[in-house]
């Protein structure tokens, strides 16, 4: 989401490499443009980013001729271009820990029946990289590539959760607790909660919380050091949640994350893959 923009930009341009400031602009500019729906104009680029138009301009223009942008018409606005799908199409065929967990992710769409999502860690964020369809009538929105934020969503605590906390609260302190729907949490004291439950029980759960009228549970994906590199998630809506949520939704789920942790294990390098 667009709290993490800023942090993750300051510490990329703080790290001493020449050049990474600039490229810190281009990335924020570039990303603003992806999280939006609509194709957006310089104004709205500049307003949203704080750079002023001339830098947007020239950052508009180069990323343009670098086919990452691509301007709509004579609109004077500006979508992804399509070789950023060129791009995504082979990290996408390329990935290691997809490919490890896309059997155990098709089992638990499988025997829930509902729609399951593959997340990794990204800043302040989750972004999906799989997602298996329930194949119920009644889609849900998400879609791969998405960014979603850590503490409104299954996938982000249960990873937070996953992580020393020496290592979670750093992260907790830089959240933005944006309120995505009411039931949201808004604060860290909240969240920290929460996530000793999550512990406790070693899965996490969205009670609205992401979005209106969708429940969702999530577990950590281990490597073969312990460390959490992703979450899986069961999602539901709330009309048609069984009520023995342990035997439908958390008991296959945790199965479905220790297989593809039994993958990771049997090779370490597809976790970072």
Known sequence: MSSATPASASNTADNGVAGTAAFSKFMRVLQWVA??????????????????????????????????LVEIGATRSWTLGHRLVQLASRSWSRSGLRTAARDALRALRDETGETVHLAVPSGLCMVYIEKLES?????????????????????????LAALAPDAAEPLLGQIGYERQTPQTIADAAAL?????????????TDAQENEQDIHCFGAAVRDAGGRPVAAV?????????????????????????????????????????
């Open 35 to 68: 999280d939006n729906p609509e194709p957006v104009g310089i104004a709205e680029i500049a307003k949203a980013t704080g750079f002023p138009r001339p830098t947007v301009h020239r950052i508009v223009a180069a990323l343009t001729a670098e086919r990452l």
């Open 135 to 159: 194949p119920s009538a009644v889609q849900m929105a998400s879609r791969i590539g998405t960014s979603v934020c850590l503490h409104s969503t299954a996938v982000g605590k249960a990873y």
């Open 192 to 204: 920290r909660k929460q996530l000793l439950d999550v512990r406790a029980c070693g899965w996490s």
């Open 233 to 273: 998630s069961v999602s539901t809506l709330a009309f048609r949640q069984r009520p023995d949520i342990q035997a439908s939704y958390v008991a296959p789920l945790l199965r479905a994350c220790a297989a593809i942790g039994q993958r990771l294990a049997e090779n370490p390098n597809l976790a970072y893959a």
